[in-house]
Nanobody, 124 residues
């Protein structure tokens, strides 16, 4: 069955770094657009970063220059390197898979499969 399992979250001080991983199985990972979303308490699910099947990436403005999304198709794993963390990055982070590259940069409703999330907490 389809599985997306995030790991790598935790607590970090502002200015620090974390690397999230998402191990996937049960579908043809290399042909899917993959994305990272986040959701802070009391807020909606926010787009963070995306990478399509060709490796093209896109980021939301608030993380540009600080976060890097990448994928390892041989290992069926998605990554999010997060540097220069800020308290406003605190959220539950989810990886998600979208079967249509043309909708890669769409909102959460365009995504077929989701992980269970990993918590990131950034303190001053």
């Amino acid at each position: 069955q389809v599985q997306l399992v995030e790991s790598g979250g935790g607590s970090e001080q502002a200015g620090g770094s974390l690397r999230l991983s998402c191990a996937v199985s049960g579908f043809t990972y290399s042909s899917y657009c993959m994305g990272w979303f986040r959701q802070a308490p009391g807020k909606g699910r926010e787009r963070v970063a995306f990478i399509d099947s060709a490796g093209t990436t896109r980021y939301t403005d608030s993380v540009k220059g600080r976060f890097t999304i990448s994928r390892d198709n041989a290992e069926n794993t998605l990554y999010l390197q997060m540097n220069s963390l800020k308290p406003e990055d605190t959220a539950m982070y989810y990886c998600a898979a979208n079967s249509r590259d043309s909708w890669c940069y769409g909102g959460p409703n365009y995504y077929n499969y989701w992980g269970q999330g990993t918590q990131v907490t950034v303190s001053l």
